[in-house]
């Protein structure tokens, strides 16, 4: 009879069941959720998106005043004044006034400069918005000076749009790239991370069964082979379900976030104070969703999830066997840990020039493949024979480490005492 | 029938030779006792018998059958060093490694409760294994280890770290599990134990036979050389009979000595020796040598055959 589903049944309840398993799966989008309410709060308050009063004393000609008036950001209500600005001092003293601005009379003429007074200098964001509608002010004005008809005024005003176009083989399509390579990005980190988290649990997993000394009982019921396995299957859905119950709760929290923020936030302020910088971006994020995801990148994300954990599991559950407490276990985890850690500084490389001669090479190696590819496979399109090469050689190794883990597993688990080296390991894979 | 042959198995662990041409026979409704000092050989013998390891070269059966995998699932063992997961509850434990030796949900199920039964400890189903103390794991241990009704037993010092009480009860499912036919292997230290319980003998040093037979046979061919005596008044006559090399005194406090006839000194010898020293004699018994001095004789390389007879 085969136990390995039974072991590995027996390992995922005996975690799932556990407080910490729920407290991490509840807390950690919790955490994170706070810190996007954290962030996002900060980025609220930093907007100053209250209304203001400010004065403006226009001391030009021209009578930039009225038209800086209109031009400031509609949370500002702005009138022009000629009061002397000792007194304006004092209104921003006592909070009467936000603030004031003075255009001095040479200011078409660049010999002198504008001046905004407020109590505090305020966030850079706002800054921008105040020294660009100053800026518009005074260009337009320059220009009118020149005797520049309205046509011209028009065309050195209007936007410049631009976009970038991708050739497929469907035709031309929106070129998404720079967004795929931020998922890319995304997911070959969750699979760096996952491979890190998870396999240490293997690990942690295998050391308690050895001090629990419980290994002797189950070693004379299943082969060591299917007590690994099954473990490492167990771990496996145990970060499988933690993953899904992540991604529901983001799905869910996205859903009634946006609900709420839909209420409460006036799009037209979103759209004065956002708008401005988001025209600069090639791609609107506001127009992309989780469901434009590609259905074979989710494939491919899975697989390779699944490959790396594999391939990395045995291997920690084989360090995992040779000590008896996780402080041992550093020196013998650092050839694990470096193709690991390895992949992860490429990625912002391979993430940039996915086809690259070198970015192909890199991702088609075993160890690396798991994070590598996936990136790739997000930021363009990766050829068939390159993703069935990775996959293939990602079993290969798979088959062989599981091998080699194994026969280390089976005898470590039964070794006490001594801390065993490369040289005991290797020992361990020749014993009959 | 249900007998484990251990046939001329050797066993390395790299260079260092762990069990040298073991044999020996276990019968069904017998306890075989297992003895020897620490790193002689047991567990590595053990750990073969149970299919945790396999042997260098012999080969072991059970019922006429290579083990592996099958006999796995008809044997129960206990080891010497006790462990379960610590977190999980009780009930689910037993459940748990019931399944794994083959038994289906609801005969495990009924299997534990059973057994907890037994033990007065059906309360304890629903706990974790962490809340319960060193005494009640061991048992929850031992019911693991029979609760699948194996038809081979190994007990690897099952009574350490219980009270009297529990020692007794254990050794009395023991016994039952002797009449009921199965085949038990004990392995111990404790000596006294092992007098009690075993019909037969193996005592393995330096992973090499170094006595086999019934526990009656082997102590037979120790000879009946050991004497005890209870007195009163001065022993100074012990000294006397040792610095002739007559005696050799195992245990002596007041009024009470043990010791070994050597050479040719007969019981009569002593008593003549010792009547006119002492004020009253209440006891003096000619015995077989315990077990723990057969152990140690033994072990020191002295076999029966160079042992002076009494």
């Not at chain 1, 976009?163 to 929106?174: F, N, P, S, W």
């Not at chain 1, 990625?347 to 994070?371: E, R, W």
């Not at chain 2, 019922?63 to 129960?76: D, H, K, L, T």
């Given at each position: 009879m085969?136990?390995?589903?039974?072991?590995?049944?027996?390992?995922?309840?005996?975690?799932?069941?556990?407080?910490?398993?729920?407290?991490?799966?509840?807390?950690?989008?919790?955490?994170?959720?706070?810190?996007?309410?954290?962030?996002?709060?900060v980025g609220v308050l930093t907007q100053e998106g209250g209304a203001r009063t400010v004065t403006i004393i226009d001391e030009t000609e021209a009578g930039l005043g009225d038209a800086l008036a209109e031009r400031l950001p509609d949370n500002y209500s702005a009138m022009v004044e000629a009061a002397p600005l000792d007194s304006l001092r004092a209104r921003v003293e006592r909070g009467v006034l936000d603030g004031y601005f003075v255009l001095p009379a040479g200011l078409l003429d660049g010999e002198e400069e504008a001046a905004f007074y407020s109590e505090g200098v305020g966030g850079f964001s706002s800054q921008m918005r105040l020294q660009r509608a100053?800026?518009?002010?005074?260009?337009?004005?320059?220009?009118?000076?020149?005797?520049?008809?309205?046509?011209?005024?028009?065309?050195?005003?209007?936007?410049?749009?631009?976009?970038?176009?991708?050739?497929?083989?469907?035709?031309?399509?929106?070129?998404?790239?720079?967004?795929?390579?931020?998922?890319?990005?995304?997911?070959g980190f969750i699979i760096y991370i996952a491979m890190f988290v998870y396999g240490a649990m293997v690990m942690r997993?295998?050391?308690?069964?050895?001090?629990?000394?419980?290994?002797?009982?189950?070693?004379?019921?299943?082969?060591?082979?299917?007590?690994?396995?099954?473990?490492?299957?167990?771990?496996?859905?145990?970060?499988?379900?933690?993953?899904?119950?992540?991604?529901?709760?983001?799905?869910?929290?996205?859903?009634?976030?946006?609900?709420?923020?839909?209420?409460?936030?006036?799009?037209?302020?979103?759209?004065?104070?956002?708008?401005?910088?988001?025209?600069?971006?090639?791609?609107?994020?506001?127009?992309?969703?989780?469901?434009?995801?590609?259905?074979?990148?989710?494939?491919?994300?899975?697989l390779f999830f699944l490959g790396g954990y594999l391939l990395y599991g045995s291997l920690f559950a084989a360090v995992g066997s040779a000590v008896e407490q996780e402080s041992d276990a550093q020196s013998l985890q650092a050839p694990i840990l470096i193709p690991v850690i390895l992949p992860?500084?490429?990625?912002?490389?391979?993430?940039?020039?996915?086809?690259?001669?070198?970015?192909?090479?890199?991702?088609?190696?075993?160890?690396?493949?798991?994070?590598?590819?996936?990136?790739?496979?997000?930021?363009?399109?990766?050829?068939?024979?390159?993703m069935a090469l990775a996959l293939g050689l990602l079993a290969a190794a798979f088959i062989a480490t599981i091998w080699l883990a194994s026969r280390i597993y089976r005898v470590g688990i039964l070794m006490y005492g001594k801390k065993a080296s490369f040289k005991d390991l290797a020992r361990w894979v020749r014993y009959a | 029938m249900s007998r484990l042959i251990v046939d001329t198995v050797t066993k390395r662990y790299g260079a260092h030779l762990a069990v040298d041409g073991v044999s020996f026979e276990v019968e069904p409704g017998r306890i075989f006792g297992v003895l020897g000092p620490n790193g002689a050989g047991k567990t590595s013998t053990i750990r073969m018998i149970t299919y945790i390891t396999s042997?260098?070269?012999?080969?072991?059966?059970?019922?006429?059958?290579?083990?592996?995998?099958?006999?796995?699932?008809?044997?129960?063992?206990?080891?010497?060093?006790?462990?379960?997961?610590?977190?999980?509850?009780?009930?689910?434990?037993?459940v748990y490694l019931?399944?794994?030796?083959?038994?289906?949900?609801?005969?495990?199920?009924?299997?534990?409760?059973?057994?907890?039964?037994?033990?007065?400890?059906?309360?304890?189903?629903?706990?974790?294994?962490?809340?319960?103390?060193?005494?009640?794991?061991?048992?929850?241990?031992?019911?693991?280890?029979?609760?699948?009704?194996?038809?081979?037993?190994?007990?690897?010092?099952p009574f350490s770290g219980l009270d009297p009480i529990n020692a007794a009860l254990l050794q009395d499912i023991i016994l039952e599990l002797r009449e009921a036919g199965r085949t038990i292997l004990f392995a111990s230290h404790r000596m006294e134990q092992?007098?009690?319980?075993?019909?037969?003998?193996?005592?393995?040093?330096?992973?090499?036979?170094?006595?086999?037979?019934?526990?009656?046979?082997?102590?037979?061919s120790f000879g009946k050389n050991t004497v005890t005596m209870e007195f009163s008044g001065g022993d100074g006559f012990l000294d006397q009979l040792e610095e002739r090399e007559a005696i050799r005194v195992r245990s002596r406090t007041a009024g009470h000595a043990e010791f070994r006839l050597l050479g040719e000194t007969t019981a009569r010898q002593v008593l003549e020796t010792a009547l006119p020293r002492v004020d009253e004699l209440y006891r003096f018994e000619l015995n077989e040598p315990p077990l723990s001095e057969i152990f140690v004789m033994a072990v020191n390389g002295q076999s029966p055959d160079t042992l002076e007879p009494a």
């Open positions: 085969n136990k390995i589903p039974l072991i590995a049944r027996s390992e995922y309840l005996r975690r799932v069941r556990t407080k910490t398993f729920i407290i991490a799966t509840v807390l950690a989008p919790v955490m994170l959720l706070a810190l996007i309410a954290v962030s996002v709060g100053v800026e518009d002010v005074v260009r337009r004005a320059r220009l009118r000076a020149t005797g520049a008809s309205d046509d011209v005024l028009q065309a050195a005003e209007a936007g410049v749009p631009m976009r970038m176009v991708a050739l497929t083989e469907e035709g031309e399509a929106e070129d998404t790239s720079w967004v795929y390579s931020g998922i890319g990005y995304a997911m997993g295998v050391i308690e069964e050895k001090t629990n000394r419980i290994v002797e009982v189950v070693a004379s019921s299943a082969k060591p082979f299917q007590l690994m396995m099954g473990k490492v299957l167990g771990i496996g859905a145990v970060g499988l379900t933690q993953f899904v119950l992540w991604v529901v709760l983001a799905l869910a929290g996205l859903f009634v976030a946006g609900t709420v923020l839909g209420t409460m936030v006036d799009p037209t302020t979103l759209a004065g104070t956002e708008g401005a910088e988001m025209q600069e971006l090639p791609f609107d994020p506001s127009n992309f969703s989780l469901a434009d995801i590609p259905f074979d990148l989710i494939a491919y994300f899975l992860a500084l490429f990625l912002p490389f391979i993430a940039d020039n996915p086809d690259a001669p070198a970015s192909v090479v890199l991702s088609l190696i075993p160890f690396f493949s798991p994070i590598l590819m996936v990136v790739r496979a997000a930021a363009t399109d990766v050829p068939f024979w390159q | 042997p260098d070269e012999g080969r072991i059966t059970f019922g006429g059958e290579p083990v592996g995998p099958a006999s796995q699932q008809r044997m129960g063992y206990l080891p010497e060093e006790r462990g379960l997961y610590r977190k999980m509850k009780v009930g689910e434990q037993l019931g399944q794994l030796k083959g038994l289906s949900k609801s005969e495990a199920r009924d299997a534990a409760r059973r057994w907890l039964d037994r033990f007065d400890a059906r309360s304890w189903a629903s706990k974790k294994v962490e809340e319960l103390s060193k005494g009640m794991q061991q048992k929850v241990q031992f019911i693991a280890t029979i609760l699948h009704d194996p038809q081979l037993l190994i007990f690897d010092e092992v007098e009690q319980l075993c019909d037969d003998l193996f005592l393995i040093a330096n992973g090499r036979e170094v006595l086999h037979g019934s526990l009656r046979d082997v102590k037979r």
